[in-house]
RNA sequence: GCGAUCGUAGCUCAGCUGGUUAGAGCGCUGGUUUGUGGUACCAGAGGUCGCGGGUUCAAGCCCCGUCGGUCGCCCCA
């Protein structure tokens, strides 16, 4: 069995096809982001912990259970960032990013969550991120779901995915829908399951996506955001589904998405498949113009997505192996310390090249084979005396010499 | 935090109702070929059966505990 120190609970090793599958999901969202005009920003995977917390505010549980904080040697409380919104929002206000007028910002990488480990669920994972900064305007949530949607369609995964989409309405909208909410379960507290009347006292919003059945009919008779969005609110909303439509982004109203924290408003939404067990959101963001100001910053319209780069990569068709074009076989002291050089001049060509190292000539061939390789260089005492190699076709088996200094055309044109 | 399920070689797994020296495939090393791969054949290395305790003449197999993996619940910023 394994030997020497275990990996940390939720923490993974990937190698191989599974790291193959990890850095196309991000290759492509860096592609994609600079098709739309995103710029690349890398902010810091430990904050203080306010940032987070103050962030988040209502959820008790997540704050405190959630989270990786721990005092430094200082005895600052820090903690490693459970999401990149915070993150970001905090570095605007410190770093003075409003000279930049709107922000349009992709990033990507870890995040820690202290949560029991299954299926898509991690407690290092890493999300793809973009952000809008300093918008107001429908036309940031729009062109965010464009891009969201392109990526998944670029990533050949949009086909097992729905947008599911919904409005919170302003602040106006969600106080008053969420005191209907609440009025309208307390009514009905008997009835709902023991789950859902606990998240009555703590997130009544959360029993909309309640999972037990018995649920389901008072979650379907409960007051719909619809009748509580004013007329502002119901034309941003409008403005964000014509939007889509024009781009040619499809869409689904889910009246019951909603985001447990206060400054979320209008846009939310979720991109979501049934391929993935329990946990069904590839995709997920929204309209947050409360949360820079609840980090003490001047009101500031903001609107972002994150997306789950383990849960991509599951889904993504395996991407084509990585293979090297050339397998250099040095055969004796002088040979492989020539073949240093030779290997150097071929990748300083552009040729991608694998140079054996360990093992006898059937080992190296072997390896040559293995490593993909269209042809195998092989350089032996009586080829470097004469200033040449034999150059294998690893495919036919065809073999010829070809001069040193002619090596790296040769290959170019094979 | 709760529940279910699994834990045998580097990897994937087999091991019958408890019964001698615990097996296979792949991978690895060496050989058939002292300078020729992908196919083939031969040989070899590699295992505290997760860990601890118990039952038994006898435990990989049964019981208890514990640790770890997986999946789900809670939570989901």
């Known amino acids: 069995m394994a030997r020497g120190p275990a990996r940390v609970r939720g923490t993974q090793d990937m190698i191989g096809e599974q790291a193959a599958r990890f850095h196309h999901v991000v290759d492509t969202f860096d592609r994609v982001r600079r098709l739309y005009g995103f710029g690349r920003v890398e902010v810091p995977v430990i904050e203080h912990t306010e940032v987070f917390a103050r962030s988040l505010g209502e959820t008790t549980d997540v704050v405190s259970k959630e989270m990786y904080s721990f005092a430094d040697r200082g005895g600052d409380g820090v903690t490693l960032r459970p999401e990149f919104t915070a993150g970001i929002a905090r570095a605007y206000l410190s770093e003075g990013w409003q000279q930049h007028g709107v922000l349009k910002l992709a990033t990507s990488g870890p995040l820690f969550r202290y949560e029991r480990p299954q299926k898509g669920r991690y407690r290092q994972f890493h999300q793809l991120d973009a952000e809008v900064i300093g918008a107001a305007e429908p036309a940031a949530d729009v062109e965010l779901l464009a891009m969201a949607d392109q990526l998944l369609r670029e990533l050949g995964v949009a086909d097992d995915v729905t947008l599911k989409l919904n409005t919170l309405g302003d602040a106006a909208t969600r106080d008053a829908w969420r ?4 009025a309208y379960f307390e009514e009905h507290r008997d009835s709902l399951s023991h789950e859902s009347r606990e998240r009555l006292t703590r997130n009544p919003l959360r029993i909309l996506d309640s999972k037990e059945p018995q649920d389901r009919p008072i979650v379907a008779g409960a007051p719909a955001i619809d009748d509580y969005l004013g007329d502002e609110a119901r034309a941003f909303f409008e403005a964000v589904t014509h939007g889509l439509d024009v781009a040619g982004v499809r869409w689904e109203r889910e009246p019951m998405l909603v985001r447990g924290l206060d400054y979320y ?72 310390a020539a073949a240093t050089g030779i290997a150097a001049g071929l990748r300083r060509a552009g040729l991608s090249c694998d140079l054996a190292y360990k093992g006898n000539m059937k080992k190296r061939m072997a390896r040559a084979d293995a490593s993909g390789a269209a042809v195998a260089v092989i350089l032996g005492d009586d080829e470097l005396a004469r200033g040449e190699a034999a150059v294998k076709t690893l495919a036919t088996g065809e073999q010829r010499s070809v001069a040193l200094d002619q090596l790296a055309e040769a290959l170019r044109a094979r």
Request: hydrophobic share 50%; aromatic share 6%; no cysteine.
């Open 179 to 182: 005191a209907a909410l609440v």
């Open 265 to 336: 408003r209008h846009t939310a939404f979720e991109f979501v498949t049934d391929r993935l067990g329990a946990q069904g959101t590839v995709l997920g963001g929204g309209r947050y113009d409360g949360l820079i100001e609840a980090l003490g910053g001047p009101p500031t319209p903001a609107v972002g997505w994150a997306a789950g780069i383990e849960r991509l990569a599951m889904m993504v068709d395996a991407p084509a192996v990585e293979w090297v074009r050339v397998a250099l076989v040095p055969l004796g002291a002088q040979a492989e």
